[in-house]
């Protein structure tokens, strides 16, 4: 079982480590990926009013609506306006000294918001499928709810984990028909008297089913 158990669990295992580093790291990554858009090019003395930066995103795209500002995280940084473009996400970005518009792109592309969605459901949100929920014993809702594919995938994988990690601990647990039982030999220590005086050594010995 602990090696189907590995099968299962450590390629989910590596997608969350690798897509979680992503988002840690995601000011860094996106300012090495868009640094022309999200850094500015000379630090200035004195950043230009909000309402000024907004007009020179409305003159630039005069056919999207602005929902949100991100104000920069530094003097270094770049102003960030949310914009929806007849449905499709946009973030404009503007130079906060100058009020200039150093250009936009789409959110959904790149490689932090697909680690996103990778690491929350698969990159899947879209196919569902029915089943019957107990919650519904004491939240009076109806019997069977739509659940995202994506996420259960992924709660299966991370049981799997669990199963995983159980079954390492009960082949690594001491037999009674050992030499040396106990939470000494668990850990791979041996004690030994030598000469009368007792010594610990240290081995590396495996587990034994």
């Known amino acids: 079982m602990h090696i189907y158990a590995g099968l299962f669990a450590i390629p989910f295992i590596l997608l969350m480590a690798t897509t979680g580093l992503v988002i840690l790291y995601t000011q ?23 309402e000024a930066q907004l ?11 602005v929902t949100a500002v991100t104000v920069p995280v530094d003097d270094r940084h770049s ?7 007849a449905g499709t996400p946009r973030h404009v970005f503007v130079d906060p000294y100058t009020a200039e518009v150093l250009g936009d792109t789409d959110p959904d592309g790149d490689i932090v918001r697909l680690a996103n969605r990778l690491h929350g459901h698969l990159n899947n949100d879209v196919v569902t499928v029915s089943l019957p929920t107990v919650s519904a014993l004491w939240d009076g809702g109806e019997v069977m709810r739509d659940y995202v ?61």
């Open 79 to 85: 102003t960030r306006f949310d914009a929806d473009d």
């Open 149 to 209: 594919v994506g996420d259960l995938v992924l709660e299966l994988l991370g049981v799997w984990t669990f199963v995983l990690i159980a079954s390492g601990l009960y082949l690594r647990w001491p037999r009674r028909t050992r030499e040396e039982a106990g939470w000494r030999r668990f850990f791979g220590l041996e004690v030994a008297k030598k000469g009368g005086l007792a010594g610990v050594t240290c081995t590396a010995s495996a587990a034994s089913p």
């Open 28 to 50: 860094p990554i996106q300012d090495a990926l868009q640094g022309d858009l999200r850094t500015v090019a000379e630090v200035g003395d004195t950043p230009v009013g909000l």
């Open 55 to 65: 007009d020179a995103v409305r003159t630039a795209h005069p056919d999207i609506a």
